[in-house]
């Protein structure tokens, strides 16, 4: 199983960025999944996140500016941000929460990590 997060950049203040978060592998179904980041100097947070039903969470900070969604056929999500600041920059990190077959064909739930992206929001 593989997280691959694509999308980071660098934006000016004010500007969008969309990241989006692929799920590859033998997975029977992905349950929770997040979006994570981490500023420098600073303690990785929880960004979004949003159920296998579509419930959202999110950070105070971000309310209003960021959008999580999901296209469970694609096994992808995706975190649309708007009216980006100097202090949404940082490493932006997704997990899932997920079920997966392993090689001996039975299921196992774990969380995986993608890799980091960088956002960064600068004039």
């Known amino acids: 199983v593989q997280l691959q997060a694509s999308g980071g950049g660098l934006v000016q203040p004010g500007g969008s960025l969309r990241l989006s978060c692929a799920a590859s592998?033998?997975?029977?179904?992905?349950?929770?999944m997040g979006w994570y980041r981490q500023a420098p100097g600073k303690q990785r947070e929880l960004v979004a996140s949003?159920?296998?039903?579509?419930?959202?969470n999110y950070v105070d900070s971000v309310k209003g500016r960021f959008t999580i969604s999901r296209d469970n056929a694609k096994n992808t999500k995706y975190l649309q941000m708007n009216s980006l600041k100097p202090e949404d920059t940082a490493v932006y990190f997704c997990?899932?929460?997920?079920?997966?077959?392993?090689?001996?064909?039975?299921?196992?739930?774990?969380?995986?990590w993608g890799q980091g992206t960088l956002v960064t929001v600068s004039s």
């Open positions: 592998g033998s997975i029977f179904s992905i349950h929770t």
């Open positions: 949003i159920s296998s039903g579509g419930s959202t």
């Open positions: 997990n899932a929460d997920l079920t997966y077959y392993t090689g001996s064909g039975y299921p196992r739930r774990q969380v995986y």
